[in-house]
């Protein structure tokens, strides 16, 4: 082998040599690289993880507190609304009682359109009226009225004061003769009726919803 | 040049790319083992932070700042209802007797 010869050989050993020390040196960094990436994501896993935790704990913590207190001022504000519409239809009650207890001609001309109203709405000729214990003398009044007044139209129309009594503030309670149709028409039923009718408007005349 | 000594030549030549490759095998071997470390480390910081949260007053610490917070608002939300009850009870009072006109006219209608 000439001197030429083996230097060449030499040189291109050495080169293939730092070759092959070289891609062993990128596998090893390769390695590392791969396993630094793989710590990284496993502890931003572990925060991500640890983060989720914590948030739902914290969630669910405020969730509690501020929904209890959250219901707990909805029940308030409720209780007081229906608190301040009820104190309006007690108040009508009070009214209603004073102008009953009074006896006055407004109250007589009252129970005479409540009679009125519910014969209309039973229909037929003969009735039964039923009222308090008090009212009776002025009902006996407004029957004789009464009667009167339609046998010009109806011969047949007769209408006639129960014995039996009704507990109450006042109004009526009339039936057909048979009993078969009642119409109640004492100031608590109609205060019941406008009450179920007029409870959102109360509300919005208080302004209170 | 004799033979001995190409053959000589040819050898150190071959031992050393064998070499090379000893030590290529070795620094893959290495880094293997430090790969393994590490990513065996970044498990257990993992597992300990877990325990940490989990076990350790820290995750207790951070829920007893959130519950006096979340306390604090609770308070704040009931003192505006409370207020906003206030302004419907006086809004209330002024238009109460408009009220009671309207039930009586529509029960004595």
Redesign the interface.
Known sequence: MSKVVEADLIKRTVERRNMILLSGKEKADQILKEAKREAKRIKEEAERRVREMINRQLKALRDRIIGEAENEGRRKLMMEREKLINMVFEKVNDELRKLAESASDEYKSLLKRLVDEAVNAIGGSKFVVLVNERDVDLMREIVKTIEKERRKEDKEFSIKLSSRRIKGIGGVVVESEDGSKIYNNTLEGRLLRARNMLRAEVGKILGVV | ?SME??VS??ER?ER??E???R???R??E???V???E??R???E???N??LK??QGGE?AS??EK??EE??R???E??R???E??GE??S??E???D???K???K???A
């Open positions: 040049m000594k190409i030549v040819s030549l050393l790319l070499e090379a490759e030590e290529v095998e620094m893959i290495e880094a293997k430090k790969a393994e590490i990513v480390r970044a498990r910081e993992a597992e932070l877990r949260m989990e995750m951070i829920l959130a519950e979340a306390r608002e609770a308070e939300l009931l505006r209802y409370n906003r009850i419907m009870k809004r209330a002024k238009n109460i408009e009220a009671v309207a039930v009586l529509e029960v004595l």
